[in-house]
């Protein structure tokens, strides 16, 4: 198991990443314009025209999540430093299984899984963050007052 020191380094090398902007550009897109409603929603949005920002997002997380399940990283310490992993996770959750018979992919984003469902109140956060969606997509499409 790796030192606090490790840990602590290895997720200030995460932080790092994140800053790069086309992948800041990847999370507000994947945040704030991809609300999917089916498995099919999540496969368009891999095979379609913002296919490297969805890529690139669930990539960076299921790499990040990768340091925990073979244990570089403390998982108390990841999950105390990345909140952002699990309001990305919990829009593919419901679809998780289909997507994976499509892109005949078993293992795809194991890691994100692996590392979210170990927590404790995993189940509810990720059903509030797909409630909190829903409103959000609603509000952004709602006409914004002058």
């Known amino acids: 198991m790796p030192t606090p020191y490790e840990s602590g380094q ?37 095979r379609g025209p913002e296919s490297a920002k969805f890529r690139m997002v669930i990539g960076y997380w299921d790499m990040a999540a990768s340091l925990v399940t ?10 105390d430093a990345n909140p952002e992993m699990l309001p990305t996770f919990a829009k593919v959750y419901p679809f998780i299984a289909e997507i994976r018979e499509v892109l005949g992919s078993p293992h795809y984003i194991r890691h994100i899984e ?30 914004q007052p002058a």
């Open 10 to 46: 290895l997720l200030l090398k995460l932080f790092e990443l994140r800053r790069d902007p086309l992948l800041r550009e990847a999370r507000n897109w994947y945040i704030r314009s991809f609300f999917p409603k089916s498995a099919d929603d999540v496969i368009a949005a891999v």
């Open 70 to 79: 073979n244990q570089a990283i403390d998982a108390k310490m990841f999950h």
């Open 114 to 143: 692996d590392v979210v469902l170990a927590m404790s109140d995993a189940k509810a956060r990720l059903e509030l963050f797909a409630r909190q969606f829903v409103a959000m997509e609603e509000r952004l499409k709602s006409p």
